[in-house]
């Protein structure tokens, strides 16, 4: 079994992110942090507080964090000020660390459990990436189409340019903001809503947001990110549909940008609505003009692409019973769900 090893034992150690990638050596330790240095010609400091270390197990130093939170949040040219770690997320951290090994400030507990032994995808009680740190992110809409860049922020928006000769500048409110998925930052609003409500030429007055879909928007954003005020939530990169087509039992690997506005039909073949955005385990639907139903469908559920229509395999009259909710399911529910759909014949 792997000793504890104290602080300056860890000097020349290996890092490695929670999801088992290499974050350089370990170049010098404060009592707020850990230096790790990447690359040899061009280097990377991570400057990462103590207390998102897991532990060592006799080979590696390992943290709490994934490669690309570590980089979008600890990544720097210079060592930073104890009091930007000061965050609710970090304090908790803290607590929690410190009642697990109350001698956790002089030493590095053991480490048994390998790369994935914490859950890496983002609590809702913790905070993601920090509003300040987003300036120059690429943002991009939720039919994936480019916006542009963060040039500022506000307490209420975000201003994101468009264009070097042409600019155009969107004012868009913090609470229509997704997510952050280590490069690109997500609004919930597509391209042309954006342009329609949110291009400006000078900043918006406050009371602009004070509508009452706003208000019911930060409800929804704030009941699910009790943190959201803090900083923008990280999410998993999307890559594509990986389908196996019933006809010619191939895999179809579909871009997420393709299926945003593609219609939604069942196994009766009727037409449930259009798709508006796309979760990380779910896609969103949206039926009707006047009277709106959202319905949030696990991605085990899809069964058929064409084209045009995204086919699920449930039948109509169970659509809303099953699926029809007012605001986002939790991760829970949509792992419940999942566990529903029927079993793909092999």
Do not use: C
Request: proline share 5%; aromatic share 10%.
């Amino acid at each position: 079994m792997t000793d504890i090893i104290s602080w300056d034992k860890a000097i020349d150690k290996k890092v490695k992110s929670s999801d088992d990638k290499d974050l350089g050596k370990v170049q010098s330790i404060t009592k707020d942090y850990i230096q790790a240095k990447e690359g040899l010609v061009s280097k990377n400091y991570y400057y990462i507080p103590k207390y998102y270390l897991q532990g060592y197990d006799g080979e590696n130093l390992w943290v709490s964090l994934t490669k690309d939170e570590v980089k979008s949040r600890f990544e720097k040219e210079k060592a930073p000020d104890p009091s930007e770690f000061e965050t609710p997320e970090y304090t908790e951290r803290r607590t929690t660390m410190t009642k697990q090994y109350p001698d956790f400030a002089t030493n590095i507990p053991t480490h048994t459990g390998g790369g994935q032994s914490e859950q890496t995808t983002t609590s809702p009680n913790m905070v993601g990436m920090p509003w300040e740190k987003i300036l120059d992110k690429k943002v991009k809409s939720s039919d994936r189409q480019e916006i542009g860049k963060v040039e500022s922020v506000s307490s209420d928006y975000i201003e994101v340019k468009e264009g070097t000769v042409s600019k155009k500048h969107y004012y868009i409110p913090k609470y229509y903001i997704q997510g952050f998925d280590g490069n690109d930052l997500f609004a919930s609003l597509t391209k042309d809503e954006i342009k329609d409500k949110y291009q400006r030429d000078s900043p918006p007055s406050e009371s602009e947001f004070k509508t009452q879909e706003y208000e019911e928007q930060m409800k929804r954003t704030e009941s699910t990110y009790p943190q959201f005020r803090y900083g923008v939530p990280f999410m998993a990169k999307e890559t594509g549909v990986a389908l196996e087509s019933e006809s010619s039992g191939k895999t179809l690997n579909i871009p997420w940008e393709e299926v945003i506005h593609k219609r939604v039909r069942t196994t009766d073949n009727i037409d449930i609505g259009d798709v508006e955005t796309v979760g990380n385990e779910f896609i969103a639907v949206r039926e009707g003009d006047v009277k709106i139903h959202h319905y949030y469908i696990p991605k085990s559920y899809i069964n058929n692409y064409d084209g045009s229509s995204l086919w699920i395999d449930a039948p109509s009259g169970l659509v809303s019973g099953k699926f029809e909710r007012e605001t986002e399911p939790t991760a829970e529910e949509i792992k419940m769900m999942s566990k529903e759909a029927p079993k793909r014949m092999q």
